[in-house]
């Protein structure tokens, strides 16, 4: 079965300044989506970015970016100029795109707490 | 609807008695799904529907847990003689195959308190 694994509970950054929130994941797949996805206090989930894993070059939603690497099962999300309103949960998750053993779902790692230090 | 729709938004309910949670989809959305969320702790899967297709119970931690989805849209979770430990927020999601990667939609979620 695949899992998702983020080993930081919690991340601290300065505003303005860069952090990387870690993720790992396991797999026997080759196809398959990954996202990170951001839960505010207000409790509703948003979609930061996701990445295909056939494709080669990381993703990138403005100061929001990926470091995928396959062959390491690695995902990281960097944040860039981190703002205030960046803190929040922030949660990795994969999906298989053709099923396999562990169906359509999306998995989601236990989440990572980022604080933006004014 | 422009987004998932979940009600209620928080519940009270006593030890013992039945809840029923309602999700209604993003409209055209096949599939969909409900995850828990413990106070300060990540998602557990808990079903998900896709279409006209048997659904994925893999992740119902309970034979008091049950849901459906009628007509291919809405959905109500059902929690029977509920447990102080069910207390947690119920979130729902939907997503379509049209979308890019299947991204799956939230709601705001259900906040379930077991007194």
């Known amino acids: 079965a695949q899992t998702v694994t983020q080993s930081q509970p919690e991340m601290s950054v300065q505003e303005a300044e860069t952090v990387t929130l870690s993720c790992t994941y396991d797999?026997?797949?080759?196809?398959?989506?990954l996202f990170w996805y951001k839960q505010p206090p207000s409790r509703q989930m948003i979609l930061v970015i996701r990445q295909e894993a056939y494709k080669q070059q990381n993703a990138t939603e403005n100061r929001f970016s990926v470091n995928f690497q396959k062959a390491a099962k690695s995902f990281s999300l960097k944040i860039s100029d981190s703002q205030l309103g960046d803190a929040a949960m922030y949660f990795c998750?994969?999906?298989?795109?053709?099923?396999?053993?562990?169906?359509?779902?999306?998995?989601f790692g236990a989440g990572t707490r980022l604080f933006v230090k004014a | 609807g422009a987004g998932v729709s979940q009600s209620p938004s928080n519940k009270v309910t006593e030890k013992g008695k039945d809840v029923e949670l309602r999700c209604d989809p993003i409209s055209g959305h096949t599939a969909l799904y409900w995850y828990r969320q413990s106070l300060g702790q990540g998602l557990e899967f808990l079903i998900y529907f896709q279409g006209n297709s048997a659904p994925d119970k893999s992740g119902l931690p309970s034979d008091r847990f049950s849901a459906e989805r009628t007509g291919g849209s809405v959905s109500t979770l059902t929690i029977q003689r509920t447990q102080q430990e069910d207390s947690a927020v119920y979130l729902c999601?939907?997503?379509?195959?049209?979308?890019?990667?299947?991204?799956?939609?939230f709601g705001e979620g259900s906040w379930l308190t077991v007194v």
């Open positions: 999601a939907s997503s379509n195959r049209a979308t890019l990667g299947n991204t799956i939609y």
């Open positions: 797999t026997s797949e080759s196809d398959y989506y």
């Open positions: 998750a994969y999906r298989s795109s053709r099923g396999g053993t562990g169906g359509f779902k999306t998995i």
